[in-house]
């Protein structure tokens, strides 16, 4: 839910329409809504909510988060450069069968680079994670991996994707954002990075 009102911030929102939006039951929606209202950090119009401070949710987000829910699997690639790309492309792309996104450093490489990394990070469903294990040529690592996989509990993470290149798939701009927060030092600068990049705002 936050992520949609972080998308669009000027949008207006029946409580009806972003439960339905987000997956939310409709009591959770109206909770948040008035507390978003409390902090005045939303206010109330005749087609909705809509954010006006939405610096200051991303900000309380930041501060609080903690990184999803889920397995993460470590894994080794021997593909590097334009055959790792062209690798991960084609898994990416079965989006009907299989679930797969680029994630946290990933993420943000296509997004707003800043710096490498020599670690791939991902989100997967269990079909997203075979396709990608075909495709990379992936074996186990319990130590020494290039590629992170983390099956989240919460799907809408894979739902709730974007395409900033044809054919690469990427966690959405707050996601990848908070991801990055939480990734240590050079995290949080690819972070501040992003957000500078991308995150801005006028409502």
């Known amino acids: 839910m936050l992520r949609l009102l972080l998308q669009d911030p000027a949008k207006q929102w029946r409580v009806v329409d972003l439960a339905k939006a ?20 939303t206010k109330d119009a005749d087609a909705g909510m809509f ?3 939405p610096d200051f949710l991303l900000d ?7 990184a999803p829910t889920g397995e993460s699997l470590r894994f080794y690639t021997p593909l590097h450069g334009s055959s790792f790309e062209d690798a991960a492309r084609r ?7 299989a679930q797969a996104t ?11 680079p800043y710096g490498r990394t020599g670690t791939h990070y991902f989100y997967a469903d269990k079909a997203g994670l075979d396709r990608l294990t075909v495709d990379l040529n992936l074996s186990s690592a319990a130590k020494g991996e290039n590629v992170v996989i983390t099956m989240p ?6 739902a709730d994707t974007i395409e900033p290149v044809p054919g690469v798939i990427c966690t959405n701009l707050v996601q990848t954002y908070l991801d990055l927060s939480i990734a240590g030092e050079r995290g949080r600068e690819a972070a501040e990075h992003l957000r500078l990049e991308k995150l801005r705002w006028s409502t």
């Open 102 to 112: 680029f994630a946290s450093f990933s993420a943000g490489q296509w997004l707003a």
């Open 91 to 97: 898994a990416l792309a079965d989006g009907a069968h």
């Open 22 to 41: 987000s997956g939310v039951s409709l009591g959770h929606v109206s909770n948040i809504r008035s507390a978003l209202l409390d902090r005045e950090w």
């Open 51 to 53: 954010l006006v401070r």
């Open 60 to 66: 309380a987000w930041r501060d609080s988060y903690v």
């Open 153 to 158: 509990k919460d799907k809408a993470i894979l």
